[in-house]
């Protein structure tokens, strides 16, 4: 007979070896005993109609002899194995689907438990061997294997409906740090991978064990045990108690919004025509300021003015605590921010994002603020392009060519046709500031004390919205409240027509001068 046959199964074999090993090595080794067996044993084969059972058969007993001698190596690779595929095959049957459905739920085990299974069934090792191999008291074992086969009793290989929808949420973080996103990312690059957002997303309510986390994530212990760590060593998550994770930052959801659209324009009511007159008085003074206004119409610098307003307001009498945001593993003050809001219900989340040109001139800063309705996000500058500006604004002229053309592309400044570079964000010098902070507290101070007392309102239920242990963070976004109450009216008055709506693609942002040049 033609060995041809046997070399156009060759693929179909390794495929077998694969579906019946735990390893690429192992199955590299199963196929080639196979193949080899094949070869050997050929001639014996009468019927060449028989060919393909003949192989199959074949294949079935140098497996079986292939196991018992990789025994014990089998043994421990299984427990680490992330899915068994099922082969059907008439000639290869037993109790090996009872050892393979034994082999997940070890599989599902956290490391603690897995170890001592491993040690005691597999290594046949006693109780005493275990405890001086581990270093552990022989009691711990004795407890955490009855605590193994009690969790094995369970149906583990039926996972949650939970396993088979992963969630996806946006990662971001705030406070202050020195990163480019290039050679210095974003510490949510590290825990951005979509096993761990599942696991913080279902450790943000409540706290869970490694064990309950794979049973709702649908994948074995182990892998949750890697992420676990690496989001403890990136103080993502905290260990709550012995065993039992929690996300150690605030993720939006919808129970959020909700929570702002039933209740702050309720709060405001009384309050909202007084407010608006005093941000419309504002804005006429303002306007008279000879600052650079960037061409912008009076209906966008309206929401510049109002938001620049309401930002001194809160530094002036905002009396909510902000807790200082510690300092993490990488030396810079932050927290990180989770999102998974699906954007049905709007929270008020009127944010300012500041950079400043510290490291280089130190004389400028570009605020952005984002979240208010109508008005398109923009990024915050990096140093380079507050330079360039600063430049451009101060001495109609910069030698920094280069991130000029940076600048541009990013839409902060623009070329005009005699060659000169024209700046697209209004910009107040130090002493235009001080006038219009002056401006904002005339028109402001005396709604302050009502205002003040309806964000404590506000913030009264908003705050029992948060984990408890997170009270911190809750303190700090209870906090930026005071000025994303803003944001509500601003939709209140677009809404009764009050103010105009935003032109196309505006952005709010503006370059002041904290310190004269």
Known sequence: MKYDKIVDCIENVYGYAVNHTYTREEADDLAQEILFT???????LRDEGKFEPWLWAVAANVTKSFRRSKGRQRAMYSYDTLENVLYADEY???????????????????AIYR????????DGLSTKTIASKLEIPEGTVRWRLTEARKKLKKEWVEMKETALRPVKMCLSIYGTGNYNGDTIPFPTVFINDALSQNILYYCYEQPNTIEELAKTCGVPAYYIEDRIENLLNR?????????????????????????????????????????????????????????????????????LYGAMAFSYARQRYCKLPYPEIKEKYDGNKWCYLGDMETGKHH??????????NLGSRGNCSHTVYTGLNGIEFRPMMQTDAINVCEDILCNGRTEEIDSATDAIQAGYIRKKEDGGFFVTVP?????????????????????????????????AGYKKL????????????????????YAKIVEYAQRVGEIGMPSQNCYCDVLMQFKES
């Open 38 to 44: 094949a070869v050997r044993q050929l001639p014996k």
């Open 92 to 110: 290869f049957a037993g109790q090996e689907e009872i050892y393979d459905s034994l082999r997940a739920k070890i599989a599902m085990l956290s």
């Open 115 to 122: 170890e001592i299974i491993v040690l005691y069934y597999y």
């Open 235 to 303: 103080e993502a998550v905290v260990e709550i108690s012995k065993n039992k994770y929690q996300t150690n930052f605030i993720i939006w959801t919808d129970q959020y919004g909700i929570y702002c659209e039933k209740n702050a324009e309720t709060v405001l009511m009384p309050i909202l025509k007084a407010l608006l007159n005093a941000l419309k008085s504002i804005a006429k003074e303002a306007g008279k300021i000879p600052f650079y206004k960037a061409d912008k119409c009076e209906t966008d610098l309206f929401y």
């Open 347 to 356: 929270r008020l989340k009127l944010g300012i994002q500041l950079s400043a």
């Open 427 to 459: 910009y107040f010098t130090k002493k235009q500031k001080t006038e219009f902070d002056a401006i904002a507290d005339k028109y402001l101070a005396p709604l302050m004390p009502e205002y003040c007392k309806i964000v404590d309102n506000f913030i």
């Open 466 to 485: 948060f984990p408890k242990h997170l009270q911190e963070d809750a303190d700090r976004m209870c906090y930026d409240m005071f000025l994303g109450l």
